[in-house]
């Protein structure tokens, strides 16, 4: 059973910054990617930044300079620092862990960019 968690998202004004946490725990088996998604409502999941075990990582056109992700692999925990946030980033953010043994995703945090 493999469990993923995040935690740090809330309400913050335009301009201000968050730093969401994913952490992964139990039966993982070879970890090929760790990433972030957002969901809006009446849009569908989108890809946020994801991170490679080769440290590759990529990033919507939309967060690129604004978002960094990185990666504790000693930890199995992620983080996504957001900056410069915009009411458009306004969503749920979800981690996604891909290993060999199969794609998880955690229950989300909401993010709120609001003044």
């Known amino acids: 059973q493999v469990q993923v968690v995040e935690s740090g998202g809330g309400l913050v004004q335009p301009g201000g910054s968050l730093r969401l946490s994913c952490a992964a725990s139990?039966?993982?088996?070879?970890?090929?990617?760790m990433g972030w998604y957002r969901q809006a409502p009446g849009k569908q999941r989108e890809l946020v930044a994801r991170?490679?075990?080769?440290?590759?990582?990529n990033y919507a056109d939309s967060v690129k300079g604004r978002f960094t992700i990185s990666r504790d692999n000693a930890k199995n925990t992620v983080y996504l620092q957001m900056n410069s946030l915009k009411p458009e980033d306004t969503a749920v953010y979800y981690c996604?862990?891909?290993?060999?043994?199969?794609?998880?995703w955690g229950q989300g945090t909401q993010v709120t960019v609001s003044s």
């Open positions: 996604n862990l891909d290993t060999r043994g199969g794609s998880y």
């Open positions: 139990g039966s993982l088996f070879s970890i090929y990617a």
């Open positions: 991170s490679t075990n080769i440290y590759s990582t």
